[in-house]
DNA sequence: AATGAATGAGATTTCATTCAT
DNA sequence: AATGAATGAAATCTCATTCAT
């Protein structure tokens, strides 16, 4: 899966970088109010700073605004995940509960986007929309690496199957957090959020039973 | 919350209700296509079978149809829950897992509505959104009613918080089913997947270590 | 110039008759509120009191409402004149005074009618149009007879072309009060109005000079 | 009452004016055929020389057109008015006579102008219509003054009300030289209008008994 | 004779995209 | 490289008119 080069008329390719940045940032800032298509590629130009000609000068199409807002989303999660420093290495249920908790604040911190991203991807069409749903499954690969490697230590007994599933389970619930800010972050603040999402994904609800005393 | 009243121009009650299933039959299968706003109004008419003049004999915006799919979906939802007679009454972990497995089946069934209505409820208006939204919340309060049930019955050890969180836990899982079927679906049965949440939503992964002999 | 004859595909003539005056009624309310193009074809059928099918059984196309909105005006404004017993015989100034203070009477009676069908006459087809034109210059034709009338009776000494030209502007001076209402009518009454134009009529306004004793 | 800014896309002012004025040139000249409603705005930009795109780059709705006609024919009026050095600073009778000469031509110069002006500035909104009713009286302000200054001069002897309505009267008849034209301008050539209505106004009918004498 | 559902031509308006300057 | 005026295809919505019942 190839990343897609959106064309450019300029050359200069430190200015077009910094031209598609002022882009995808007044982008995205529109997207989150009004949506992809309610977004004009002017008012996407006047919010970027520069004039629609100058736009047209470093893009195609207006779909392209949506391919690199949502390649440059990935970029930043892949960025933010670098940061944490998440600690795929140990394999141990601490470095798993770690890793868990970093993609959570992750999610918080880029919860604009990935609305922006999963409300209007569909509106990509089927050149670029592939390599947007690659990156979406990379997402959840990281995740599943982690829990394999705890597998694999002996940390923890999951099947294959098990493991992928609970790698998309982990994926959704970080989002679920985004999506259901109307509701879900009314009733509880980021980390009550993380500490009852990791007690439920280790112990379930019938081990909750019993599970006062352990440590989450 | 007052269910959004549609204006038709047509008096015939009875018809109203007839085009208009017929409009909304129409309306998902397109959107789901091209989504809401890269269908048109016309290409709507003609799915529906009658003529675009026809069409706005029965609504006045646009946004009407996409508030009648939506509404009509919430409508089936609950139809369909109630056609699986799902068991609030006994308050017992078995009668738990069936309603969720009823509710997983209901997500199923709809899922190409479930999509649209994720996917295009933000381009509804002021006016309706807020309807809309609330119907959702309808959706997690049937979950957390039963969870409640068998809180009450001494079934399950959860507190408030843990039984709000949880219900929308189970609305999304469920709901993933559809969202990442391009990858869930390709993995998974429906009845295997149904097992394999039931099984991390009962026990957690800690637990999975020996829970071979659990009957999920 | 022949009256233009509406077709409807009632037969029973009386019915015909009654249905129109309806629509008339109906027609004329509305053109007055919103002008003849911003009125539907169904509104004017709701105020009328029945529905757009019966109201196509008496007419073939919506210009021919406003034709018989138009004719109508003329009919009315006929009747009046009769009624007011516009003394066309004596040919005395004092008869002529009264012919004109009748027409401005019936002016103001109508003004909504002569407002309508000023507005809207220009809407009509080549085909209607002549005979309401027809129609308004027999108005003027009204006037111009008394005028004649006095100067036969030597009480005036007016050349063909003075006469002519004179009726036409007591024609426009009595439309004045209902076209400029908005402001004549905030000054005087309908009384003071005809008393002054009357004077400037008869007497100019360098007889003004020495005219306080002329009666008027 | 503020002068209604109609916005424009374009920036460049010059443009927006020079674009303007054929936009109302093209419109004036179809009105007059068909009246604002039966013209359409696609028609409108064909006959001003550009697409229906660039059209709506310098308006924002199609009354907005409507507006600019009525606006760009007061202007022009006012323009007319001021080169035919409108003596205003004498206060004789034969200054005002010039003054009712001059106005008259400006009419007739304007005459298809007027005639759309007043048959269709009912369409315009509640926003823009009071600005141009104002206009409208503002047009009388300009003869009342001339009339008020020969009042103060002792060249005439008129109460304030009627120097108003006189006022009107003089509008109003000018308008009919237009207005019925397909009558008037039939019978008479302009300056023997102008004379026979200076006449008229002057001296009334029944001074005309010996009034041959009489410069006008 | 009365009804009102159905029709589709046509109107206004928007907006992505181009291209001359 | 930057600008923004120009374009016209296409979208939404209206409404006069017809015709089966």
Same mark, same amino acid.
């Given at each position: 899966m190839k990343k897609q080069q959106i064309q450019a008329s300029v050359k200069d390719e430190r200015l077009v970088e910094k031209r598609r940045d002022e882009m995808i940032k007044g982008a995205v800032s529109l997207f989150k109010k009004k949506g992809f298509h309610?977004?004009?590629?002017?008012?996407?130009?006047?919010?970027? +700073?520069? #004039?629609?000609?100058? %736009?047209?000068?470093?893009?195609?199409?207006? *779909?392209?605004?949506?391919?690199?807002?949502?390649?440059?989303?990935?970029?930043?999660?892949?960025?933010?995940?670098?940061q944490h420093k998440m600690d795929l290495e140990h394999g141990t249920l601490e470095g798993l509960k770690q890793g868990i908790r970093n993609y959570f604040r992750v999610v918080d911190e880029l919860q604009d986007e990935f609305l922006v991203m999963y409300q209007e #991807?569909?509106?990509?069409?089927? *050149?670029?929309?592939?390599? &947007? %749903?690659?990156?979406?499954?990379?997402?959840?690969?990281?995740?599943?690496?982690?829990?394999?490697?705890?597998? *694999?230590? +002996?940390? %923890?007994?999951?099947?294959? *199957?098990? &493991?992928?599933?609970? #790698?998309?389970?982990?994926?959704?619930? +970080?989002?679920?957090? +985004?999506?259901?800010?109307? &509701?879900?972050?009314?009733?509880?603040?980021?980390?009550?959020y993380i500490d009852m999402q990791i007690d439920f994904l280790f112990n379930g609800i019938l081990r909750n039973k019993n599970s006062e005393n352990l440590e989450n």
């Open positions: 309610r977004t004009t590629t002017r008012e996407i130009a006047r919010e970027s +700073g520069f #004039s629609i000609g100058t %736009l047209y000068e470093y893009i195609r199409k207006k *779909e392209d605004i949506l391919y690199l807002v949502c390649d440059s989303i990935y970029d930043r999660v892949h960025t933010k995940f670098e #991807s569909k509106s990509l069409t089927k *050149e670029t929309l592939p390599y &947007v %749903l690659q990156k979406e499954k990379e997402m959840a690969l990281l995740l599943e690496k982690m829990l394999t490697r705890c597998v *694999e230590n +002996g940390e %923890l007994f999951l099947s294959k *199957e098990q &493991v992928q599933l609970l #790698s998309h389970n982990i994926v959704v619930l +970080g989002q679920m957090w +985004g999506f259901r800010r109307w &509701v879900i972050q009314k009733m509880f603040t980021l980390d009550e």
